[in-house]
């Protein structure tokens, strides 16, 4: 008996020692120290022996047992360790490769303009309202004045869902709306996307963008107008920049103005962006018409106001000297990178 204990002892040993991983080792402490395992047996089998044989033999099994399971034990340490050994290895990580490049990309040219616009007149205390795109005819004419024979009305420069509905071809029913919606004073500017059917060239686009201006409030003049257009532009296109106002016609002001800015690359020489003029065009504007008032319910005896509406691609266009417009909607990487 002893000697069959001492060669199961002997191979298992020899077992341990040459086992390749922790599966195979599992497997061995199984055959030898599981419920059915070989030393277990002998330790069942001991009713057969001897009252005097069975402490010898029964400590003699558990000694191989004890012996047996350190070496198990030793062994899978070793496995471990050498599974550690090989993470190490395979999972070096080179500092000296280069890293992915992750793209990042950045706000759009008209977006930029839009935001820069936005935080100059919030800093004059403007609120920032906004209007639907698909929009009344009422609140894009009727309300501003603008008759039914007006030329911006036709079907060849206004997009139309039905008779009275449309695609907006300007921000300025923002004005109406507020109007209609809050009481004086009234200082708010409407950034927004505008339609018009005009066709694709490299100052014209069906698809554009606009910020109009409103300020409604008791005693305002042209002169709160110029001084407010004046300081805008200095805050966007420089300290140095200056302002000139030209007669011109809107069906919604009276009187109405466009205003020109001194131009920002030459300061008034003359030069490729202002094309030789010295003054680049900017805006339109005006005193809020009587007729807008009243159709907004105010009272023109108590308020008057003023408006000014502008293109926000024109600015981008010349703040960052593109000279076609289909550029700012090709969505070309390679050009908007450069902003
Ligand atoms: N809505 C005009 C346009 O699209 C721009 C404009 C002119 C807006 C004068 C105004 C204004 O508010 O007072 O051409």
Redesign the pocket.
């Known amino acids: 008996m002893k000697e069959k204990i001492g060669n199961i002892k002997e191979n298992a040993l020899l077992e341990i020692n040459n086992a390749k991983d922790a599966k195979e080792l599992d497997e061995i402490r199984v055959r030898y120290l599981g419920k059915k395992g070989e030393l277990t047996l002998i330790l069942r089998g001991m009713g057969a022996l001897t009252p005097e044989e069975r402490p010898i033999i029964g400590s003699l099994v558990n000694q191989v047992r004890d012996e047996l399971e350190e070496n198990i034990e030793l062994k899978e340490k070793n496995f471990k360790q050498l599974e550690i050994k090989r993470k190490l290895e395979t999972e070096k990580i080179d500092v000296t490769m280069p890293g992915k490049k992750i793209n990042l990309g950045s706000l759009h040219p008209i977006t930029q303009i839009m935001n820069d616009v936005k935080e100059i007149f919030i800093g004059m205390g403007y609120q920032i309202a906004d209007g639907p795109e698909v929009e009344l005819a009422t609140y894009n004419f009727d309300k501003l004045n603008t008759p039914a024979d007006h030329p911006a009305r036709d079907i060849q420069d206004t997009f139309y869902i039905t008779d009275d509905i449309l695609l907006r071809?300007?921000?300025?029913p923002v004005?109406a709306r507020v109007m209609e919606n809050s009481k004086p004073p009234i200082k708010i500017i409407c950034p927004g996307a505008?339609y018009r059917s005009d066709s694709v060239d490299a100052t014209h686009s069906p698809v554009f963008h606009?910020i109009?201006?409103?300020v409604i409030d008791k005693n305002i003049s042209m002169g709160d107008l110029k001084g407010t257009l004046e300081m805008f532009a200095k805050k966007c296109l420089g300290e140095k920049t200056k302002i000139r106002f030209r007669p011109h016609h809107?069906p919604?002001?009276e009187p109405?103005a466009e205003a020109d800015v001194s131009c920002f690359v030459c300061g008034g020489k003359g030069c490729r962006v202002c094309k030789g003029e010295g003054w680049i065009e900017l805006?339109?504007?005006?005193m809020v018409h009587p007729n807008v008032l009243r159709a907004c319910n105010i009272d023109p005896e108590e308020y008057s106001g003023?408006?000014?509406?502008?293109g926000v691609e024109r600015i981008a266009m010349a703040k960052f000297g593109i000279e076609d417009m289909r550029l700012l909607y090709e969505n070309d990487v390679r050009f908007l990178k450069q902003f």
């Open positions: 071809s300007q921000t300025s004005q505008v606009q109009e201006g409103l809107f919604f002001t109405s805006l339109g504007c005006g003023f408006a000014f509406g502008f």
